[in-house]
């Protein structure tokens, strides 16, 4: 059974105003998480929750297979948390409860897509209720009772301080529907690189995203051009 992809994108933003439509290399910053869901090629349903019909209509625009959820006024205020939008998603299109479902955060345009397949196949393999990113840095972090890892690389998380940064997360449809959260402590995944996992909350981000992204692409152009 193919999981479900949900991607909650709202049209306030605090820092940088209309987020999800600003430009990241030539595309609203949107798009690239539209773009590494369907590249996934892993899921039975893509949806897209806003409030905005601008960012609607231009995500359906350019993906077609698109599943597009209006908000309502009441799941579209600060107050709003996202289980709640989940939740009202799950019920709304009758998602089966024995299935899975990721949610991935729009404003981290540098996740890769090989994640979210290694993650699914992960969840699939250890019949986990969450499984979530995480990252190697200064903040705190949900880690389960027995402290044990699972990922593609193993790794001792005595030694290690993480963070949950939500890029990716799986979870089991059944669990949000009776626990009203996601903040389950159980599983968690480990990106290689800091890079993939960054959340762009303000244009100092955005400007260190760009940098990232450039270099990327010309060490990439590199390596191709001496392979050749």
Not at 84 to 92: D, S, Y
């Amino acid at each position: 059974m193919k999981p479900y992809c949900l991607i909650l994108a709202r049209k306030r933003s605090q820092r940088i105003k209309k987020k999800n439509l600003i430009s990241f290399d030539g595309y609203p910053l949107i798009f690239w998480t539209l773009k590494n869901a369907f590249e996934a090629k892993i899921f039975g349903k893509i949806i897209l929750s806003s409030d905005w019909d601008e960012l609607l209509s231009f995500s359906k625009f350019y993906f077609k297979d698109l599943i597009l959820h209006k908000r309502k006024k009441n799941l579209s205020n600060s107050k709003a948390s996202s289980e709640k939008v989940i939740i009202n998603i799950i019920r709304e299109y009758r998602l089966k409860k024995e299935n899975y479902c990721v949610l991935l955060q729009p404003t981290s345009p540098l996740r890769k897509t090989d994640y979210i397949k290694d993650m699914w196949k992960v969840v699939k393999n250890k019949q986990l209720k969450t499984l979530y990113s995480v990252s190697e840095i200064r903040k705190k972090t949900y880690i389960n009772k027995k402290n044990r890892f699972f990922g593609i690389q193993k790794k001792n998380l005595n030694n290690k301080k993480l963070f949950l940064n939500l890029s990716i997360y799986f979870f089991k449809t059944s669990y949000v529907l009776k626990n009203k959260t996601l903040k389950e402590k159980i599983g968690n995944y480990y990106f290689h690189q800091k890079k993939h996992s960054l959340d762009l909350d303000s244009f100092s981000d955005l400007r260190k995203f760009k940098c990232i992204y450039r270099y990327d692409k010309f060490k990439n152009l590199i390596v191709k051009t001496y392979k050749n």
